[in-house]
């Protein structure tokens, strides 16, 4: 009896979500270092707000296995960043670069503040 | 001077508000205004009788739309699309991730408004124009994807985003 439970329990260790996942696996830390630092600044295509890293819809799944690529083919950081947003849009980027229009992204908020200062301090020595 | 000021002060709100109001207004569906053209990807892949794809069958004016037999919203839009290839609207099927019998089956069912479905069952060249999933649609003029709309396409999509390019397209040509 215990022996026909033992080998029923056995089965739910094959069970395990993990099967489901790639696993990946890279030549040194430091590509697994930046792979996880790529996926976690990739938005995902399909969520309203989300890393690749933490979804698991099929784009994502797709996205995560070509930036695994490219990271074990040699590329930069930024040149996986552009492949990406080439494909999927500026939207894809969760650190926009610093160019044309993203500057107001970027600095925007530091101009603003700026200008509520200088507001700020002319309305008081008024 | 303390006037001046005062004014200013008061515009400012105003200024932010609109400039939100702005971008907030924006309709989700009908976006993409700033869609950049780019070539078709390359790519080297069968349609779904099994005989390679020609890049000169993408030539001309082109609606690709991407489907798969387990896309429900692909059964919500199939009748629009039919409507559109009655009005001989020259589309082509992208068959994301799925397997050729199931499609074949699906076409068999369901009817077949496309010119040719190609075969992409690891979703490469759909990786490789940005989609998302299933359905999505892009217009094709001349090898350059000059537009896209994700998830279901219907009549009010059709004629704000993809049916002024292609009466622009054909101005110029």
Redesign the interface.
Known sequence: MSKKFLILFSFLLLSTPSFNQMVYEFNDSLQEKRFYALISEIRC??CTSGSIASSD???SR?LKN?VYELVLAGSTDQEIKKYVS????DFSDYRPALEGPNYFLWFGPFVFLGLMLV?FF??RR? | ??QS?RF??LL?PLIVLTFFAKVLLVNEDIKLPNFES?DFPLFQLNDLNGNPVQSRSLEGIKLINVWASWCITCLVEHPFLTNLSKQNIQIVGLNY?DSDSKANAWLQKHGNPYLFSIFDPR?DLA???????APESYLIINNKVVGHIQGEMNQIKWETIFLPLIQKAQQGS
């Open positions: 295509p399909k819809a099929p784009v797709d070509k080439e494909r999927f849009g507001i002319i309305k008024v | 001077m303390n000021l200013l002060i400012l780019k991730k979703g990786f490789d124009l940005g989609v998302t999933g």
